[in-house]
């Protein structure tokens, strides 16, 4: 059976604290495997702060994942691990990229963002990936020391790790899993691309 991530992407009310998008995102959590024909109480979603939300009442294989940064929640369910991260543009970052993509760990990253024509976008693709491997790695039992101890070198081929983006505006989202092949259903329609480390420049909505 072809791995499959469902996911939904929502704006969350103005002035949402951090609490109510994590309540937000288990709701959508709920929708998500109820048109499955799962029962999953909003209530018994493990709580924010404990990893990625698990339930009771979701069966094996699913998994849940979920980020949210702003006022924007993006929440999926999936039937093998799936590491998903969302983030947005941050003013302060434009005055210290240079700062910011020196920490990254590897070179020829840092090389390619600043080489890059638009080296604010590239560096959330980067960054992104490294949070969407971290909690890959976490689902699967291997949570890195750190964010940044993960490696966009897997992405290359034969590094047993794939990803898909979406970059638009002042957003970019990435996915990371183990299988190649993962079937992506988004709400709304994202044009999410499949990606090889920083090579290629995800299209935005379609």
């Not at 090389?111 to 969407?132: D, G, V």
């Not at 940044?148 to 290359?156: A, I, K, N, P, V």
Request: hydrophobic fraction near 40%; charged fraction near 15%; glycine fraction near 8%.
């Amino acid at each position: 059976m072809t791995p499959r991530l469902d996911m939904l992407l929502v704006q969350a009310p103005a002035d949402s604290s951090g609490a109510c998008l994590s309540r937000l995102g288990r709701e959508l959590l709920s929708q998500l495997t109820a048109a499955h024909g799962f029962h999953c109480p909003v209530d018994e979603w493990t709580p924010r702060g404990c990893g990625a939300p698990q339930h009771p009442a979701l069966p094996s294989p699913w998994r849940a994942c979920l980020s949210h940064r702003g006022l924007r929640v993006i929440a999926g369910i999936a039937t093998v691990p799936v590491g998903i991260d969302i983030e947005q543009v941050r003013s302060r970052h434009r005055n210290r990229l240079s700062g910011l993509v020196a920490c990254l760990p590897e070179a020829d990253v840092r090389h390619e963002i600043m080489a890059s024509t638009a080296p604010l976008s590239m560096f959330y693709r980067a960054w992104t990936l490294h949070e969407a491997l971290f909690k890959l790695d976490s689902l699967c039992g291997k949570t890195p020391h750190h964010v940044l101890g993960t490696r966009l070198s897997r992405l290359l081929p034969g590094g047993g790790a794939h990803a898909w983006q979406w970059q638009h505006e002042n957003w970019t989202v990435s996915i990371c899993c183990q299988y190649s092949l993962l079937q992506i259903r988004s709400l709304p329609r994202l044009s999410i691309s499949k990606s090889d480390g920083l090579l290629s420049s995800p299209p935005a909505w379609q």
